[in-house]
């Protein structure tokens, strides 16, 4: 009976808020590819930087623009993208996007041979795919936050942590591969169609038929918060801990990512930079799968969810940390020691899947996407910083000992201010429009 002239929906089997045992399994492989692919076409332009350079007579300045351009669109609609999701529904967004930055990438090198200034066509190609792409991750922790089934919501944020391991592995072996056998134009197209047949799989198997009492798929319920103020929950502790831990892991995720190649091309010769490109990143995907298993479990088992995202965190930059002290406090190590120790503090940098990235789904899954938005421009933006100091103290000092005593230090600031502050209390419950349903808990680091 309706009360108050109120609708009365029964819970449809087809549309349900939270996804079936089944769904989850066949959204976990969808968003694993989803994510494989969109760094596929983020790392399609630095792949074939040389041969594209070649093609069209660039030089440095010119390529570093070209590349560089990807970040400015990035930056820009990581909040947009977030917002958007929690309001229409991560599924739209994330399928809107991969279709249209797919046909960009297909679009690119045609447009680059027709057109008189091909410099010009690859830096707003860049800068369109960067816009494309900015939405989908938010889009991600906005769809895990609504929609993964109870106990799994750590398990399904590592997936796409893992299948950005799996991209960068696949675009910097198959990529470059196939750069040299068929031309760079190769892999742009290949990029863009796998990336336009995944999103037409999903729209015809996922999402089909998918419409129940007027509401199509991924429209969130009706007491969900879609005016949630950002800027009210920047004021939460909590909020702030995880932003600027995720701050220092990106900083030094970037700083590993963008100088270990230079360092082991002038440390250890050029013929073995290809085991720094393939290990990390193989063992990378394994990792976060299992870190992801395992938080779901010590959580089910009935450890407190600040506990282990805690816990998770310390293995990300601690861990990561103690492998790294060694290269930090020598200049001079072997080839296999530097292999090993960077490697290892990679794989461990995964486990920040788990930790502070899964915190922003516990601390407001109302809108966890426009969260995980404004958390992931402040990261790239820090990214941005951290690997031109790097660079800059690297060039002052002439010892690799500064760029690691970097990481080191984002490291400890990061992961102390977390410890201290940071909690998996839902903070959006007293902000208004949001229902005062406390879905998980909160405990001491000790």
């Not at 760079?184 to 037409?200: D, I, N, R």
């Not at 799989?201 to 038929?209: A, H």
């Not at 290809?274 to 990143?281: A, G, H, K, M, T």
Request: net charge positive.
């Amino acid at each position: 009976m309706a009360d108050d002239g109120k609708e009365l929906r029964t819970p449809c089997p087809e549309d349900p808020q939270v996804w079936s045992r089944g769904a989850a399994r066949r959204w976990t492989a969808a968003l694993f590819a989803g994510s494989c692919l969109t760094y596929c076409g983020r790392m399609s332009a630095p792949v074939c930087a040389p041969a594209m350079a070649a093609a069209f007579g660039w030089n440095d300045f010119h390529t570093g623009l070209a590349l560089g351009a990807f970040f400015w669109g990035y930056a820009a609609t990581q909040i947009l993208g977030g917002h958007a999701s929690d309001k229409f529904g991560g599924e739209r967004v994330i399928l809107l996007s991969v279709a249209s930055w797919a046909l960009v990438m297909v679009a690119t090198p045609l447009l680059a041979h027709l057109g008189s200034h091909p410099l010009a066509v690859v830096m707003g190609s860049r800068v369109l795919v960067g816009i494309l792409q900015g939405v989908f991750f938010p889009s991600l922790a906005s769809l895990v936050a609504r929609r993964s089934p109870e106990g799994q919501k750590s398990f399904l944020t590592s997936v796409w942590q893992s299948g950005s391991s799996m991209g960068i592995l696949a675009a910097s072996v198959l990529g470059s591969a196939t750069a040299e056998r068929y031309g760079w134009e190769s892999v742009f197209y290949a990029a863009g169609t796998l990336s336009a047949l995944w999103a037409l799989l999903v729209q015809r198997t996922l999402l089909k038929g998918q419409v129940c009492g007027g509401r199509r798929w991924g429209a969130p319920s009706r007491s969900s918060s879609t005016n949630t103020s950002l800027l009210e929950l920047l004021r939460k502790p909590s909020v702030r801990a995880a932003i600027l831990a995720h701050m220092c892991t990106c900083g030094t995720s970037y700083i590993l990512l963008s100088w270990m190649p230079t360092y082991f091309s002038q440390e250890h010769g050029r013929s073995t930079v290809w085991q720094y490109n393939v290990l990390p990143w193989a063992a990378g995907v394994p990792a976060a799968l299992c870190g992801g298993r395992l938080s779901d479990w010590l959580i089910g088992r009935g450890y407190g969810v600040a506990f282990v995202r805690k816990s998770m965190q310390c293995v990300a930059m601690g861990v990561s940390s103690a492998f790294l002290l060694p290269l930090s406090n020598s200049a001079h190590v072997s080839f296999a020691t530097a292999t090993a120790c960077i490697s290892a503090a990679m794989v461990a940098l995964n486990f920040t899947s788990c930790g502070v990235t899964a915190n922003v789904q516990d601390l407001a899954p109302s809108c966890a996407g426009a969260l995980y938005g404004a958390m992931n421009t402040l990261g790239a933006l820090t990214s941005l910083l951290t690997v031109l100091l790097s660079g800059y103290s690297l060039e002052a000092s002439g010892s690799w000992t500064s760029v690691f005593a970097t990481v080191l230090w984002l490291h400890a600031v990061g992961l102390a201010v977390f410890l201290y502050f940071g909690d998996a209390r839902r903070v959006d419950l007293d902000l208004p429009g949001v229902p005062r349903v406390d879905l998980l808990d909160s405990a001491p680091l000790c």
